[in-house]
Antibody
């Protein structure tokens, strides 16, 4: 069955970097677009980034553009979120999530989510 | 970027109530809207896609409607398991956005 499992969260100082990983099973990363979505404590969902199934295209939300990079290693069934210049505003639970029908028209709906990993940016 | 304005932010409801949640898009997005349910400490769950299509396994008391810029999620008769936070999401292009969420409370 489809499963997604994030790792790599933790406490990090402002200005530092962190890399999150998401290991998937039950499907191929070559077939589905993959998102990162975050949620600050007690707040709503905020989309962060998406990568196309062929790995050639990625898009970012304005608050993270230029600081975060989504990537993948299909051989390891993993996607990553490299985060730089972290601030307190980046403190969130980060979810990796599968896009059901990502194609040339764009992203679609998210049909599977991981359990999330908490990133706390604090000195 | 397309903004999704969701209302209300909180709704006081009772079992058996008919519940309506609204999302308004900042520009026309045809019917490219989904709705999710999220319970505390859990990942969201897809309920509705393409504005009005019910996801497999979701109870029929959930329904969605709308097109263009106005969208609605309706729960016909609220059940105890439905106490949660609900989010709309637009997917008109590569960048997706969520509404701010509507929390149902007793």
């Amino acid at each position: 069955q489809v499963q997604l499992a994030e790792s790599g969260g933790g406490v990090v100082q402002p200005g530092r970097s962190l890399r999150l990983s998401c290991t998937v099973s039950g499907f191929s990363l070559n077939t589905y677009g993959m998102h990162w979505v975050r949620q600050s404590p007690g707040k709503g969902l905020e989309w962060v980034a998406v990568m196309s199934p062929d790995g050639t295209a990625s898009y970012y939300a304005d608050p993270v553009k230029g600081r975060f990079t989504i990537s993948r290693d299909s051989s390891k069934n993993r996607i990553y979120l490299q985060m730089h210049s972290l601030t307190a505003a980046d403190t969130s639970v980060y979810y990796c999530a599968r896009d059901r029908h990502y194609d040339d028209n764009g992203s679609t709906v998210i049909d599977f989510w991981g359990q999330g990993t908490l990133v706390s940016v604090s000195s | 970027d397309i903004q999704m304005t969701q209302s209300p932010s909180t709704l006081s409801v009772s079992v058996g109530d008919r519940v309506t949640i609204t999302c308004r898009a900042s520009q026309s997005i045809s019917n490219w809207v989904a709705w999710y349910q999220q319970k505390p400490g859990k990942a969201p769950k897809l309920l509705i896609y393409k504005a009005s299509s019910l996801e497999s396994g979701v109870p029929s008391r959930f329904s969605g409607s709308g097109s263009g810029t106005e969208f609605t999620l309706t729960i016909s008769s609220l059940q105890p398991d439905d106490y949660a936070t609900y989010y709309c999401q637009q997917y008109n292009n590569y960048l997706i956005t969520f509404g701010q969420g509507t929390r149902l409370e007793i």
